[in-house]
């Protein structure tokens, strides 16, 4: 089985503040090796609130390969994981199951503490901002909104909503077989939710962003067709 001996691991750092004992991501990764990936860290400015749509297009935007696997910040993956992933990725590389495809369902577990004080893992729902896909269908699909950067919400659900409106991308997921048309095995191992991690400063509500989601699902508000609308700097 094909391994992912050689890799590329993309951060963007969206510049919001840190609290406490937080590192920013360059300094993270400059003190620790990272063998089986070639590194590089994007970093917005300014600090624009909620800028997760633009953090992504940016990720889409830069990345040198035509596959892409998003990801949250707060999980732990396994080099079998990986190793999975890359069987997939050689194999949709040379034939993939469509022109345009997104691949979601990456199973999670996470911590639970038991009555005895112990924890124990437990699977979690798929989180739909996780999902392996080519930079082509990414912005065949018109990339993620930048009206929603500045209100919280709304960013998976825009993005999904657009993936399943645009008729000839194909959705795949882990826990179903595409058939004889990938020719790759989905047997891709769970990723771990480590601790929560909260932006205090920000709020919540969604309610400003749902508006928003409704309108431009309905029709009332066009999608937006300017992108990455911040500077950036590559710091590693």
């Known amino acids: 089985a094909p391994t992912l001996a050689a890799g590329f691991l993309l951060v963007v750092d969206d510049a919001t503040p840190a609290e406490g004992n937080c590192t920013s991501a360059a300094d993270v990764l400059a003190e620790r090796s990272t ?46 994981f990986f190793d999975a992933v890359a069987a997939v990725a050689e194999t949709w590389s040379r034939r993939p199951p469509q022109p345009f495809w997104v691949l979601r369902g990456f199973k999670r577990l996470k911590h639970v503490r038991s009555s005895t004080a112990t924890t124990k893992l437990v699977p979690f729902k798929p989180h739909p901002a996780m999902m392996l896909t080519t930079r082509d269908t990414y912005w065949h699909v018109g990339g993620c909104d930048e009206d929603f950067v500045g209100a919280y919400g709304m960013t998976d659900p825009h993005f999904k909503w657009r993936v399943d409106a645009t008729t000839d991308v194909l959705t795949l997921k882990i826990n179903e077989n595409p058939g004889n048309r990938s020719g790759a095995s989905l047997a891709i191992p769970p990723v771990i939710l480590s601790q929560p991690i909260h932006e205090h400063r920000n709020s919540h509500n969604t309610d400003t962003n749902h508006a928003l989601y409704m309108s431009k699902t309905r029709g009332k508000r066009p999608w937006a067709t300017t992108y990455l609308r911040f500077d950036w700097d590559r710091v590693l």
């Open 35 to 80: 063998p089986r990936f070639e590194t590089a860290v994007y970093r917005i400015r300014p600090d624009l609130v909620w800028n997760i749509g633009g953090a992504r297009n940016l990720a889409a935007q830069v990345a040198p390969t035509e596959l892409v696997l998003f990801t949250d910040v707060d999980v732990v993956f396994s080099p079998a």
